[in-house]
């Protein structure tokens, strides 16, 4: 099938641009930044706020599922930042309106847990009120789809997030303060959350799905692990920071929508920690190299 994704050179985008491109798709891969074509994968280069861009983009692509990432993420400020969570918002629907226009038949717009937990935020409030828009644009004419991403870490992450800042840190034998480390988390390998979403894409499932483990560890276990793959475990200081403003103490889903449609992670805690220490690893020793 037309598969068509925004976001696609984010972190949890590009996975899923791959793994639609090995299962045989056509994919149109769309991002702020240019990126080379390859194989199956269709690059366009469009920013999301450009309403003329988006409709050449969907009537070049002319999707049969469009799996829309794109989003303000910044780390730091992406929950709370209003205006930019309501510039994504009315992008968004923009976009959805051209989808429906040409045709597309599902549509899978990725959010987070923080929908469900913090919905006061506003970032959970742009989140509903787009989830809201496209199924009263879709009238029932088209799969609308919402899935809610708790956990995430592994290869691309932002440097400032807290897996990569442990790890790089570790790997350059340097100390580094965490909190306590209670924090409760539903973590799955990036790996792990493109395939769920490619899974939902082509489920016939509706409405809202937790794309969760149903294994939830605290942030100390999650520490510790990467500890055992890149050594330094005593480098870590927990208890050294306070915990943020809006720190959230428990964080996880239900993985019981997935489970309905076959859906299972491959990577456990060990396997995902393991694999996301060697590519940081690589990453450093080729910067060393340079």
Known sequence: MNVLVTGASGFIGRHVVAQLARRGDTVFALSRRAAPEGGAVTR??????????????????K????????WYVEPGKWMTDTERNAESMEASARLIDHLLADGCERIVLAGSGVEVVQPESPYAAAKGALHRVAEGLAGGGAGIVCAHVYGVFGPGEDERRFVPTVVNALLRRAPVDVTDGRQVRDTL???DVASALVAIGSSEVMGTVDIASGAPTTLRELALALAAEAGG??????????????????????PDGLRAIGWAPRFDLGSAAGATVRWWRVRAEAGATR
């Open 44 to 61: 366009i280069t469009a920013d999301l706020n450009d309403a003329n861009a988006m409709g050449e983009a969907v009537a070049r692509a």
């Open 233 to 254: 475990a005593e480098l870590i200081n927990f208890g050294a920071r306070p915990y943020s403003d809006n720190e959230l103490t428990r964080y996880v889903g239900d």
């Open 189 to 191: 390998y990036v790996e």
């Open 63 to 70: 999707p049969d599922l469009a799996i829309h990432l794109a």
